[in-house]
């Protein structure tokens, strides 16, 4: 049998006693180095003493030596060769060690328990591969004048730009680097890709050589802290014992030959006391068995766990492919049942529709991907309120995903209660969106933090000790809930706009009484022309447990809006002649005339009218079509046909009888193009122009279109406001809000009237 000890010979003790006296160490320091509790061990090995052989190796490898070169008589091999593990070589061990853990390694890492869902899911049948970001976002340097003006489009690519374009598969990235740290935001999928690492490993389909080792690291640590020793080598061993692996040599010799892939999970998770013995315990353990891959996982915010020699990379956002290949999984996976799959359909097309922008945004993250899927799933539809599922989101993050998966977090909060928490974020939120700043350095948002806690009871009064206490918050929530994240070096901002949003209207709605509740709705109105305060009043009427009130202060100011233009208002009272025909509804036909008179070739202007009346719908949009055919016309080929192809459409479904008659008497003077191309052409050069007149005159008598509105730049704009701010009022009843009947029918009799209606209403009322 190899010997289980080794000792020093006497050359070796020279030359170990030479690399110790470089080192400048105590025999206690080299103990500490390793591990040991007693210095016992360091006084045999430079006296010539037998030691254990992990430690004698462990010495060796801290004093920089080779240990074959520092032992007496080394064995050539840990297990002899006639022992059965050995008998057909390391490949043959390897193969044996990982059908031997086979088990244990399915255990650990085949099945996912997806939040709310009451069974288990296996990894194979809902992993989607990830991409990984080579450089870190959050080390790049940018100047926070170039963010500030940052459309909010393009706010969640910050930090990317183009380091989007150096994503590589995870796979590649653990090809690439032998010793790797993946970081990656609270719900990421940074366990669930060490998951997938070991069962691939395992398989033989990654690192087929190697044999896969799983260690969720805040059980190591809690269990090196009840033993006192922090050794990953003795670790192991005891897991190993758990897959009936009893010879200890074995897995010496799987290190020093490099047949181990040792996937560390979750260093964020280690307490602040056994933190740092934690990370120089894998510092060590890498150094003495280089040949091995390593791979750690920490949250971003956590990067300043620095291991030394490990290459840092970071978990890329979901793309569009990724949600959409997960989604098809996620729910083929639920249930068996076809119409789950017809399901994971719908999902990725309701997804798509413009109005879900904002959860689009947000389920790049897989674990915001999980919950909108599971809320799908339930109600077939995604929340009517946006508030709803951003509240999810945040239950999640301020606890619930932590406590899911039994992980306790330093609490450097000072007892701070959710509340306080909420509190807090919203102060945040509404003190830098108010002011147009969705970027903001450390310094700022510190400031920030020390304001609220020094609202505090028992707050401290020391301004040092207060920086101190505001850095450390600010750290804790980019740490534990990743609600605050660096985007880039020492800029901050919410780690997704909408969690901005939800936070600026919480502030709002929270307000302590009904006075100070209609000071903060009065504030917001004021804002109702600008369009990224559009989604903080949508939020707003959501959650307010009566948004009555709201809903007149936003009609009063957009009616305020073209109140003092008298050229407008004469417009708005044309439009509200126009709209006392039946059968539409008068303010579908005031937003018609709006929408018609100002902008005849852009069917987005539509949008208000068909928000009032659906069935104009197609009737609107086929008009409209026709009038772009007609405005600007050319000879060209393809826009003649274009005309004929809408006049054809427009014949289907234009009721009425008159206009009817007109437009088909214009096709029948139109030549079929596809009897006869070159005649069809020439008819066109010689006609186009007076042809496209007659069209034009028949729809404007249609729409009684006759009088010119001629508006300037100015007016153009002020209408262009007024028109959007409808829209918006419009939005906020349609969402779901509490709005009594009678304060609904008011407000849409009322939309788009000249002020002196409005107020001959009111006095009727």
Same mark, same amino acid.
């Given at each position: 049998?190899?010997?289980?000890?080794?000792?020093?010979?006497?050359?070796?003790?020279?030359?170990?006693?030479?690399?110790?006296?470089?080192?400048?160490?105590?025999?206690?320091?080299?103990?500490?180095?390793?591990?040991?509790?007693?210095?016992?061990?360091?006084?045999?090995?430079?006296?010539?003493?037998?030691?254990?052989?992990?430690?004698?190796?462990?010495?060796?490898?801290?004093?920089?030596?080779?240990?074959?070169?520092?032992?007496?008589?080394?064995?050539?091999?840990?297990?002899?060769?006639?022992?059965?593990?050995?008998?057909?070589?390391?490949?043959?061990?390897?193969?044996?060690?990982?059908?031997?853990?086979?088990?244990?390694?399915?255990?650990?890492?085949?099945?996912?328990?997806?939040?709310?869902?009451?069974?288990?899911?296996?990894?194979?049948?809902?992993?989607?591969?990830?991409?990984?970001?080579?450089?870190?976002?959050?080390?790049?340097?940018?100047?926070?004048?170039?963010?500030?003006?940052?459309?909010?489009?393009?706010?969640?690519?910050?930090?990317?730009?183009?380091?989007?374009?150096?994503?590589?598969?995870?796979?590649?990235?653990?090809?690439?680097?032998?010793?790797?740290?993946?970081?990656?935001?609270?719900?990421?999928?940074?366990?669930?890709?060490?998951?997938?690492?070991?069962?691939?490993?395992?398989?033989?389909?990654?690192?087929?050589?190697?044999?896969?080792?799983?260690?969720?690291?805040?059980?190591?640590?809690?269990?090196?802290?009840?033993?006192?020793?922090?050794?990953?080598?003795?670790?192991?061993?005891?897991?190993?014992?758990?897959?009936?692996?009893?010879?200890?040599?074995?897995?010496?010799?799987?290190?020093?030959?490099?047949?181990?892939?040792?996937?560390?999970?979750?260093?964020?998770?280690?307490?602040?006391?056994?933190?740092?013995?934690?990370?120089?315990?894998?510092?060590?353990?890498?150094?003495?068995?280089?040949?091995?891959?390593?791979?750690?996982?920490?949250?971003?915010?956590?990067?300043?766990?620095?291991?030394?020699?490990?290459?840092?990379?970071?978990?890329?956002?979901?793309?569009?492919?990724?949600?959409?290949?997960?989604?098809?999984?996620?729910?083929?996976?639920?249930?068996?049942?076809?119409?789950?799959?017809?399901?994971?359909?719908?999902?990725?097309?309701?997804?798509?529709?413009?109005?879900?922008?904002?959860?689009?945004?947000?389920?790049?993250?897989?674990?915001?991907?999980?919950?909108?899927?599971?809320?799908?799933?339930?109600?077939?539809?995604?929340?009517?309120?946006?508030?709803?599922?951003?509240?999810?989101?945040?239950?999640?993050?301020?606890?619930?995903?932590?406590?899911?998966?039994?992980?306790?977090?330093?609490?450097?909060?000072?007892?701070?209660?959710?509340?306080?928490?909420?509190?807090?974020?919203?102060?945040?939120?509404?003190?830098?969106?108010?002011?147009?700043?969705?970027?903001?350095?450390?310094?700022?948002?510190?400031?920030?933090?020390?304001?609220?806690?020094?609202?505090?009871?028992?707050?401290?009064?020391?301004?040092?000790?207060?920086?101190?206490?505001?850095?450390?918050?600010?750290?804790?929530?980019?740490?534990?809930?990743?609600?605050?994240?660096?985007?880039?070096?020492?800029?901050?901002?919410?780690?997704?706009?909408?969690?901005?949003?939800?936070?600026?209207?919480?502030?709002?709605?929270?307000?302590?009484?009904?006075?100070?509740?209609?000071?903060?709705?009065?504030?917001?109105?004021?804002?109702?022309?600008?369009?990224?305060?559009?989604?903080?009043?949508?939020?707003?009427?959501?959650?307010?447990?009566?948004?009555?009130?709201?809903?007149?202060?936003?009609?009063?100011?957009?009616?305020?809006?073209?109140?003092?233009?008298?050229?407008?208002?004469?417009?708005?009272?044309?439009?509200?002649?126009?709209?006392?025909?039946?059968?539409?509804?008068?303010?579908?036909?005031?937003?018609?005339?709006?929408?018609?008179?100002?902008?005849?070739?852009? %069917?987005?202007?539509? !949008?208000? &009218?068909?928000?009032?009346?659906?069935?104009?719908? #197609? =009737? *609107?949009? +086929?008009?409209?079509? /026709?009038?772009?055919?007609?405005?600007?016309?050319?000879?060209?080929?393809?826009? %003649?046909?274009?005309? !004929?192809? &809408?006049?054809?459409?427009?014949?289907?479904?234009? #009721? =009425? *009888?008159? +206009?009817?008659?007109? /437009?088909?008497?214009?096709?029948?003077?139109?030549?079929?193009?596809?009897?006869?191309?070159?005649?069809?052409?020439?008819?066109?050069?010689?006609?186009?122009?007076?042809?496209?007149?007659?069209?034009?005159?028949?729809?404007?008598?249609?729409?009684?279109?006759?009088?010119?509105?001629?508006?300037?730049?100015?007016?153009?704009?002020?209408?262009?406001?007024?028109?959007?701010?409808?829209?918006?009022?419009?939005?906020?009843?349609?969402?779901?809000?509490?709005?009594?009947?009678?304060?609904?029918?008011?407000?849409?009799?009322?939309?788009?009237?000249?002020?002196?209606?409005?107020?001959?209403?009111?006095?009727?009322?």
């Amino acid at each position: 049998m190899a010997k289980r000890s080794l000792h020093a010979s006497q050359p070796g003790i020279q030359q170990a006693r030479r690399a110790f006296t470089r080192k400048g160490w105590t025999q206690e320091n080299l103990a500490g180095e390793v591990n040991l509790k007693t210095r016992q061990p360091v006084w045999r090995f430079f006296t010539g003493r037998p030691i254990e052989r992990h430690t004698f190796i462990e010495l060796c490898s801290v004093l920089e030596l080779d240990w074959r070169a520092i032992a007496e008589n080394p064995p050539a091999e840990f297990v002899e060769p006639g022992e059965p593990v050995q008998s057909g070589g390391i490949d043959i061990l390897v193969q044996q060690m990982r059908s031997q853990r086979q088990g244990k390694i399915q255990d650990q890492c085949g099945t996912l328990q997806l939040l709310d869902i009451n069974r288990p899911a296996s990894i194979d049948d809902i992993y989607i591969d990830v991409n990984i970001l080579e450089e870190i976002p959050s080390q790049q340097w940018l100047e926070l004048t170039n963010l500030q003006d940052l459309p909010p489009k393009e706010f969640d690519r910050v930090g990317l730009g183009a380091v989007a374009l150096k994503q590589i598969p995870g796979i590649s990235a653990v090809e690439t680097a032998s010793k790797l740290r993946v970081l990656g935001k609270p719900g990421s999928g940074k366990t669930t890709f060490l998951q997938h690492l070991a069962i691939q490993c395992n398989q033989g389909n990654f690192a087929a050589d190697r044999v896969p080792i799983f260690i969720t690291l805040r059980d190591f640590a809690g269990e090196a802290k009840t033993s006192g020793e922090y050794s990953l080598l003795q670790y192991i061993q005891a897991e190993f014992l758990t897959s009936g692996i009893t010879e200890r040599s074995v897995l010496e010799t799987l290190l020093c030959q490099g047949r181990v892939m040792l996937l560390l999970d979750g260093l964020d998770e280690v307490l602040q006391p056994e933190s740092k013995a934690v990370i120089n315990e894998i510092r060590r353990f890498s150094e003495n068995y280089q040949k091995n891959l390593f791979v750690v996982t920490c949250r971003t915010a956590a990067k300043s766990y620095t291991i030394q020699r490990f290459t840092d990379v970071e978990i890329a956002p979901f793309t569009q492919d990724q949600i959409a290949a997960f989604a098809q999984k996620w729910f083929t996976t639920l249930t068996h049942a076809p119409i789950e799959q017809e399901l994971g359909v719908q999902f990725i097309q309701k997804l798509d529709r413009p109005e879900n922008l904002h959860l689009r945004r947000l389920v790049v993250n897989p674990l915001f991907l999980h919950l909108a899927c599971w809320v799908f799933h339930r109600q077939e539809k995604f929340p009517t309120k946006g508030a709803q599922f951003y509240k999810q989101c945040l239950d999640l993050l301020l606890g619930k995903w932590d406590e899911s998966r039994g992980i306790q977090r330093d609490e450097i909060y000072r007892g701070f209660l959710l509340p306080q928490k909420l509190r807090l974020m919203s102060q945040i939120a509404a003190a830098t969106f108010e002011q147009g700043h969705h970027f903001f350095e450390q310094q700022e948002i510190e400031q920030y933090i020390s304001d609220y806690v020094q609202e505090l009871p028992d707050a401290p009064t020391e301004p040092e000790e207060l920086q101190l206490d505001s850095e450390g918050i600010l750290k804790a929530i980019e740490l534990q809930h990743g609600l605050l994240t660096e985007r880039v070096r020492g800029l901050f901002s919410f780690s997704y706009l909408a969690f901005q949003e939800y936070f600026m209207a919480r502030k709002i709605v929270a307000s302590h009484n009904l006075e100070a509740l209609e000071q903060a709705l009065e504030r917001l109105v004021n804002h109702i022309t600008e369009p990224r305060w559009r989604e903080i009043f949508l939020l707003t009427a959501a959650m307010l447990r009566s948004a009555d009130s709201l809903v007149h202060l936003m009609k009063q100011h957009i009616d305020a809006i073209v109140a003092q233009d008298s050229y407008l208002q004469e417009f708005l009272t044309w439009a509200s002649q126009k709209s006392r025909t039946p059968p539409t509804p008068p303010a579908a036909t005031r937003a018609f005339y709006l929408a018609l008179t100002r902008s005849p070739h852009l %069917a987005s202007h539509f !949008a208000l &009218a068909c928000t009032l009346d659906q069935g104009m719908f #197609l =009737d *609107i949009a +086929l008009d409209d079509l /026709l009038l772009e055919c007609a405005m600007d016309s050319s000879p060209d080929f393809a826009h %003649a046909h274009a005309c !004929a192809d &809408a006049l054809s459409n427009a014949l289907v479904v234009v #009721l =009425d *009888i008159g +206009l009817q008659q007109t /437009l088909q008497h214009l096709k029948d003077q139109l030549p079929d193009p596809t009897q006869d191309k070159t005649q069809f052409e020439n008819w066109w050069q010689a006609n186009h122009l007076a042809w496209t007149k007659q069209l034009k005159g028949a729809i404007a008598e249609h729409h009684n279109l006759q009088q010119n509105w001629h508006f300037s730049p100015e007016q153009q704009q002020v209408l262009q406001r007024y028109y959007d701010a409808n829209q918006l009022l419009l939005d906020c009843l349609n969402s779901n809000c509490e709005v009594t009947g009678a304060v609904r029918q008011e407000i849409e009799a009322a939309l788009l009237l000249p002020q002196k209606e409005i107020e001959e209403r009111e006095w009727r009322v």
